[in-house]
């Protein structure tokens, strides 16, 4: 699928608690300024009026009639049908709201909602980290090239995507991906989301610094680096500790998926302190019950954001065998590895071009069916 080339337009929404922003999108850009309007998160009909107008006010602006909706909404959700089940932070949505259909009635276009993790993954996917890595395999003369990709997103929550073989794998119940319900490293009693967020951070470094304020994980990070005055040690400590949450529910994911690895949301400003450690624990070992070492992966991870460890990642260790009984030699790459990387389109722009792809193959692929 030639996104650039493809004169479609899909008209999308970023859906938060307070704000609702509408755009559109079209050869893998937007197209028209940010139209943000408040949510009305208090009254169901005036947040479902607040989504008409802004898709119409969209709908007015754009060169040609859209070809489709298409945006992330938060979950419990049935993203196939459309329907929206009780949101925390729009309250107003209690019981099932069937959003999608009533978009479809108004409009007379396909509308397609999703996980904003499983945008996120897809949108990276098709146009991130997945096809750099694959350009720098490609310059390096490697004939290697990867087509899985694991996306997560560190936030107010701890989101997941998986795209396998290019294809988004939303799961038969529309929960793919849902990485935030893995147990918690830390204190298996816990899921993983409550050592991986923003309020996992907060806590982790409130507790052992020995204090009742909660700070930003933006002010915790700014005392780890020594750019502010505070409880340095208790602020690497509690960045350190997410990054074990991270990289064991890494682990645990990537096992099953063995693809690409990208990092988004908020709390990935703070990659520079957590790198390091997610791969150190990723290219670890494990034990069996001898006692024996195992290597935690099957495949060894690289931090492709760092330029020796792109480099390590490109020096593929290319062999080649005799074919037996025959004269004819063959290579093959001898050991099996994963790049790591931040999102290379921004968390905000990667979920909007991921909801852009996925709604474009969508149509397509029901065209082709009803051929």
């Known amino acids: 699928m030639n996104i650039s080339d493809d004169d479609r337009i899909v008209m999308t929404l970023d859906a938060g608690g307070t704000n609702f922003v509408f755009s559109a999108i079209q ?4 197209i028209i300024g940010d139209i943000i309007l408040p949510s009305g ?3 169901l009909n005036t947040c479902l009026n607040t989504i008409l107008e802004g898709f119409e006010a969209v709908k007015a602006q754009i060169p040609m009639a859209p070809s489709a909706i298409s ?3 938060p979950g419990p959700a049935d993203y196939r049908t459309g329907i929206i089940g009780d949101l925390a932070n729009l309250p107003a949505f209690r019981g099932g709201v069937a959003l999608g259909p009533m978009l479809e009635d108004h409009f007379q276009i396909p509308v397609f909602i999703g996980n904003d993790g499983d945008l996120f993954a897809y949108g990276e996917a098709m146009m991130g980290l997945l096809p750099e890595v694959n350009k720098r395999l490609e310059k390096a003369g490697i004939d290697k090239r990867y087509n899985n990709l694991l996306g997560i997103t560190l936030g107010t929550g701890f989101g997941g995507g998986i795209v396998i073989n290019n294809q988004l794998c939303e799961g038969d119940n529309a ?3 849902e990485i935030w319900a893995m147990r918690n490293f830390m204190d298996t009693r816990l899921t ?3 050592g991986v967020s923003i309020r996992a951070v907060q806590r982790s470094y409130s507790q052992k610094a020995g204090i009742e304020k909660l700070l930003t994980p933006k002010d ?3 005392i780890a680096i020594g750019k502010v005055a505070g409880n340095r040690d208790a602020a690497l400590y509690a960045y350190d500790e997410m990054a074990l949450g991270i990289a064991e529910s890494l682990a645990n994911a990537a096992t ?3 693809g690409v690895i990208v990092i988004g949301g908020g709390i990935a400003g703070a990659y520079s302190l957590i790198a390091s450690k997610i791969i150190e624990h990723l290219n670890g070992t494990i034990e069996n019950f001898e006692g024996e070492k195992l290597p935690r992966l099957a495949s060894k991870v690289y931090n492709i954001d760092d330029e020796k460890d792109m480099q390590n990642f490109l020096n593929h260790d290319i062999k080649e065998v005799a074919v ?3 004269d004819r030699k063959v290579s093959y790459i001898a050991d099996k590895r994963l790049p790591m990387g931040l999102s290379r389109l921004g968390t905000s722009q990667a979920i909007a071009l991921g909801a852009y792809a996925i709604a474009l193959s969508k149509i397509d692929y029901d065209e082709k069916v009803l051929k």
Request: proline share 4%.
């Open 220 to 222: 915790i990070y700014d």
């Open 71 to 73: 945006f992330a909404f």
């Open 175 to 177: 929960a793919g991906g």
């Open 41 to 43: 998160a208090h009254d």
């Open 256 to 258: 099953l998926l063995d």
């Open 192 to 194: 993983a989301e409550e």
């Open 27 to 30: 050869h893998k850009r937007q």
């Open 324 to 326: 037996p009984f025959s």
